[in-house]
């Protein structure tokens, strides 16, 4: 079997790619917890705990080494210094594994690194993109939203490790499904204004974007092709780098259709996301496709609206919530 290390395995996409490789039966799934109460968790799902933190670099490393961790998946969303001290010390592991192997007179296989980045790269526009389009480049067709333009710095390093790492990154969209975390920000003062009365509701959101959109689900199902295809690819020339998109919907219809099934009769009014970087990045518009995704790694969505099923999700935020 496969030695899996997810950083972040108890978070919103972590916790969807440990069910399914655990589910798979093709691999040993461990998981970074920071709590003891986390450890447990992971344990109850047949997830085998490492407590400790991206912080603590040097017993992450030690752990690495002692399970002998054969892929590390990045879901940590961890800021830009914390992440490239951690690439760093995952690139010295490999380099020390294959130094270890050459001195042997033995071949072996890299260890492979995943990092999770997102498809906000691509910045805000309605005109076509892909994972071949350049981001945070002279020549890209639109600037990266501002929010997370420090993950092109992030995706160089990744890339620049593949003399002594197997590396990957996978971009996914806007995500959404369970318990949609980041929709808080419009589904929240949704559900308030339900409870409150409101004659209408103001979100900060641009009333004509139409972002990129991903089910968590299919998130994990990506992840989990691409942790299976790595050592395929690696060396082969292929670009690894993956968008995991499957639909784009208008941020009108989304909301208009979350509060009606959420129960709000007022008025939605999108007005617009001003200077809050969070809620531009929301408003992120995205024209992209997955066709690379979908023929290199073999990834099938199977969720691919969010406004056909917000009878269903939009409800699950409420009772994730209240």
């Known amino acids: 079997m496969v030695n899996v290390l997810l950083l972040g395995a108890t978070g919103y996409i972590g916790k969807e790619l440990c ?67 951690l690439i760093s010390e995952i690139k010295k592991i490999g380099a020390a594994r294959l130094e270890a192997a050459s001195e042997a007179g033995i071949r072996i296989q890299k260890l492979g690194f995943i990092y999770c980045s997102g498809t906000w790269l691509h910045g805000s526009s309605n005109e076509p993109v892909s994972d071949l389009t350049p981001v945070a480049a002279s020549n890209s067709p639109t600037p990266p939203a501002e929010l997370t333009s420090w993950r092109a710095i992030v995706e160089k390093e990744v890339l620049d490790c593949s003399d002594v790492l197997d590396v990957m990154i996978v971009r996914p969209a806007l995500v959404y499904g369970r318990s949609h975390p980041i929709w808080g920000i419009f589904f929240g003062p949704i559900h308030a204004a339900s409870q409150d009365g409101s004659s209408s509701v103001g979100l900060a959101a641009d009333p004509e974007s139409r972002p990129g959109l991903v089910h968590v689900d299919d998130v994990a199902s990506g992840f989990h092709a691409a942790i299976e295809k790595l050592p395929l690819i690696s060396g082969t020339g292929v670009y690894p780098v993956f968008d995991l998109v499957s639909s784009q919907e208008s941020m009108k219809d989304i909301l208009n259709f979350a509060a009606k099934t959420i129960g709000y009769n007022g008025k939605v009014e999108l007005v617009g996301a001003g200077d809050d970087l969070f809620a531009k990045a929301m408003s992120t518009s995205m024209n992209n496709h997955s066709a690379r995704a979908k023929q290199i790694l073999g990834w099938e969505p199977r969720k691919t609206s969010f406004v056909q099923g917000m009878d269903i999700y939009a409800k699950g935020f409420v009772a994730a919530t209240v």
Not at 42 to 55: D, F, R, Y
């Open 19 to 85: 069910h399914s490789l655990v589910r798979g039966g093709d691999h040993r799934v461990y998981g970074l917890a920071r709590t003891a109460e986390k450890a447990k968790d992971l344990a109850k799902e047949e997830v085998i705990p490492i407590i400790g933190s991206t912080s603590d670099t040097q017993e992450l490393l030690n752990s690495i080494e002692k399970h002998r961790i054969d892929v590390i998946v990045d879901l940590m969303g961890a800021e830009l210094n914390t992440t490239k001290t």
